[in-house]
């Protein structure tokens, strides 16, 4: 998976789907609705199997990647689409970027000098047979 990110917001835009919108319009899967310069609906991204092509929609003001004006691209991990003021960086996605993260550690504090809880777990006693089957009749095999 891949994904546009917007360094100068901290804003992720996940790609996933086969098409995907950038423009003013909130229609648009990408929207840059505070960039005047963006046309309504801007560009489009296209999978085809592959990987992600840039394709500008006939855009007032154009689409560059890479410094490069074009009308039809296929993005590079890396390559920087400026649409608009806004600069959009074409990254792989890390599963971390999307993950969500559930809070399942309780973290406690011991008294400096205190067993550690798996410290006190391995003085308990145990309560299963220690490398010995007990059998239904309550007699040990060896």
């Known amino acids: 998976m891949f994904q546009l990110f917007d360094e100068e917001k ?8 086969i098409i995907k919108e950038i423009g003013r319009t909130s ?3 990408i929207v840059l609705a505070e960039d005047e310069k963006v046309s309504r609906v801007h560009a489009r991204l296209d999978w085809d199997g ?3 092509v840039l394709v500008d929609l006939d855009s007032t003001n154009g689409t ?4 490069e004006a074009v009308k039809e691209h296929r993005l590079q991990p890396g390559d ?3 649409i608009g003021d806004t600069k959009l960086r074409y990254l792989p996605l890390l599963v971390s970027d999307h993950a969500e993260r559930k809070k399942t550690t309780k973290i406690t504090e011991s ?7 798996r ?5 308990r006693p145990r309560t299963f047979a220690e490398g010995k089957t ?3 009749d309550g007699e040990k095999e060896s």
């Open 134 to 136: 007990v059998r239904k």
């Open 27 to 29: 229609d648009c899967d």
């Open 50 to 52: 592959e990987g992600w």
């Open 119 to 123: 410290e006190a777990d391995r003085t």
């Open 64 to 67: 560059l990647v890479n410094g």
């Open 111 to 117: 008294p400096k000098g205190a067993k550690s809880t």
């Open 10 to 17: 901290g804003r992720r835009y996940p790609l996933a789907g």
């Open 80 to 82: 920087v689409i400026e």
